[in-house]
Structures are given as structure tokens and as C-alpha cells.
């Protein structure tokens, strides 16, 4: 998760909206155990989820007022058994003063913004996307993200076959999500994640791939093994010439192309 501001707007005279902090799974009591009965298959579904995503919304605690540092559990039981389950040592968690748990306030925010708690651009795609695909309909996801319905579109798009390893590429930084929406729309979900590798191996700018793939016809390419060799080397070669205009850049690759595959397979 990434680090998340300690202050976030206010919504009301003398309220300040609570924080968002990693905390100990550990740490985190729930009165009467986490016995409660679920739905496995749901559950299931929710651990899936975070395995692959993290956990994207907070759960909602309370200092403990034994002096022990632990927390209560308000909001979030069926996350914080995932957690547990799966091994996590932190989870994301809104915290709230001891004696506010019944404010009218609090709990209104709780319930209208905690989506729009300050987190990174990626994770608050993911949980856009993760909620267009458990069912929640696009206006209601995009009133509640503060977005618009053509964004949550075109996230559930982007997203929606995103493997584990695309996900750590975007959460990490190493890709950015403008990238990685060029590659979603061009690049088979097989190939997406060994080609979002590529991209970060040679540092190539979402403004550069796109003008050499539609220098190269790239739609126009039969989806296979060679067409990502091609890549592969486009991207090597365009890193080589760094510093030039890109149209010369352009002509010195066009004049140097590789018309056999053993070439492109030999050179690394």
C-alpha cells in the first residue's frame, strides 16, 4: 500500500476526516472471535482478491483502551481473516478516536468517502475495477469514486485481466498505469506481463511505445511469438539511439530492420 497522507479533508467544523495507516493484522481484536459465519465461496473470492490485489479498502478500527497498543474491529472482519489466512503481517485500517464510534458524523463519512480516502493512482483503479467486476453498476462506482462513467469503463477494461504480476509492475511504480493502458489494448493478456518487462527494462516513455507501434502497424501484426520478438527489439534498439529526435530516430532503425527471425532471436 502506498503511503497515504495522515490528513485528509475535512467534512465538517471541528471534524477531522480520520487517516488511513498500515497496521499490525496481530494487532487487531475482534470482539467474539472471527467465528462468524460466512459465505466460503464468497470468501474464498475475497482472499483470491487480495492475494492478487492487496487489501484496496480499509478495514475500520479503534484503539483499545487497555494501553496495549491493539485495535477493535468496526468495519472489515471478512479482510482481516483473509489477511490472517494468507499470512499478511499489515493491513491497511481507517482509525478512529475511542469515543467517536457512534458519531453520526464519522459514521457518514465512513460510509460516503472512504473510497476516496487519499491513496495511489493505481490502487484507486484497482478497487474501481474490482468493483465493476463484483457486480456494482458503473454509475454508482463512478459517484462514489467521484469519476466518470467513460473512466470506470475504460479502467474495467484496462484491468480486468490483469494478472498478479502485472499488478506488482503498476503497484510498484515500475510502470506507469498510461503504459500499461497502451499495452492492454494491444497485447494479448498471455503476452501483456513479459511485455510490460520489456518496457521497463529499456525505460520506454508511454509517449514513445505508443509512435513505435503505430510506426510498425503494430494492430495490423498477427498476435504471435515473433511479433513480440519485433518488439523486443524496437524497444532495445529505440533505447540505443536515446537523445536523437524521434524521427531520426525512426529512419536509423527503419534503415537497420531485421527481415529474419534467427536475427531478432540472436541479439539480446
Not at 28 to 43: M, P, S, T, W, Y
Not at 148 to 174: C, F, I, K, Y
Request: net charge neutral.
Amino acid at each position: 500500500m502506498a503511503d497515504v497522507p495522515s490528513r485528509n479533508q475535512e467534512v465538517g467544523p471541528d471534524f477531522d476526516a480520520p487517516q488511513v495507516v498500515e497496521i499490525p493484522v496481530a494487532s487487531v481484536r475482534v470482539e467474539g472471535g472471527l467465528g462468524r459465519r460466512r459465505d466460503r465461496r464468497g470468501h474464498l473470492e475475497l482472499q483470491r482478491s487480495i492475494e492478487r490485489f492487496g487489501v484496496l479498502t480499509p478495514i475500520t478500527v479503534r484503539p483499545a483502551t487497555d494501553g496495549s497498543g491493539d485495535y477493535y474491529l468496526v468495519k472489515g472482519q471478512g479482510r482481516t481473516l483473509a489477511c490472517r489466512v494468507l499470512g499478511l503481517t499489515t493491513i491497511p485500517a481507517v482509525i478512529l478516536a475511542p469515543d467517536v464510534t457512534s458519531n453520526e458524523k464519522v459514521q457518514q463519512f465512513l460510509v460516503e468517502n472512504v473510497a476516496r480516502l487519499r491513496m495511489s493512482p493505481v490502487d484507486r483503479a484497482l478497487l474501481i475495477s474490482r468493483a465493476r467486476a463484483t457486480g456494482e453498476e458503473t454509475a454508482e462506482v463512478a459517484r462514489r469514486f467521484g469519476v466518470s462513467a467513460q473512466t470506470v469503463r475504460r479502467l474495467e477494461a484496462q484491468l480486468r485481466d490483469a494478472s498478479s504480476g502485472e499488478v506488482e509492475l503498476l503497484r510498484s511504480g515500475r510502470v506507469p498505469l498510461s503504459t500499461h493502458a497502451i499495452v492492454s489494448k494491444c497485447v494479448s493478456p498471455r503476452d501483456r506481463e513479459a511485455v510490460l518487462h520489456l518496457i521497463e527494462r529499456y525505460g520506454t516513455s508511454s509517449q514513445d511505445l505508443r509512435y513505435l507501434l503505430d510506426a510498425v502497424g503494430w494492430e495490423c501484426l498477427p498476435d504471435s511469438d515473433e511479433r513480440i520478438l519485433l518488439l523486443r527489439w524496437l524497444l532495445r534498439e529505440w533505447h540505443s539511439e536515446a537523445g536523437s529526435a524521434r524521427e531520426d530516430r525512426l529512419l536509423r532503425l527503419a534503415a537497420r530492420f531485421p527481415t529474419t527471425l534467427p536475427s531478432l532471436e540472436s541479439e539480446d
